[in-house]
């Protein structure tokens, strides 16, 4: 079993170097904050971003180290991603038909073609997967 460390390390590199999780969040960023939102505000929206994903990611590990917890997503985990996929679809389209702005459709364009990249990657795969897919192992 890998370290206190090791899986911290494995953890944070897998979501720093993730282009989806880029993707989403300048997105997200370039939607809600504008150029004259203060420095300290823009400083603020990334603390609680930061703090947000660091306690999910825990609560995620926190849930998936029970066994049977485990199990089930293995056997079941894959109509969670083709229903996510096609959630983060229709929102996509929903958003960029309603969509005003030409720089909103840029920043929802981000978001769509990350969730179709979501769901082709978990709709392809998710039949195959034989472990959770958390770690770079």
Known sequence: PPTTHGAFATGFLTNALNPKCTLFFFSLFVLIVSPATPKLIQAGYGLWMILG???????????????????????????IDRALGVVF???????????PSKFAWIAMASVGIAA????????????????PHFSLM
Request: with cysteine.
């Open 53 to 79: 994903t660091m306690g999910w990611f825990c609560l995620v590990s926190l849930v998936f180290t029970r066994t049977e917890v485990r199990r089930r997503f293995l056997r079941h985990g894959h109509w």
């Open 116 to 131: 179709f990249a979501f769901a082709r990657v978990n709709l392809g795969e998710s039949r195959h997967r034989k472990q």
């Open 89 to 99: 679809l229709a929102y996509w389209l929903l958003e960029t038909a309603v969509s």
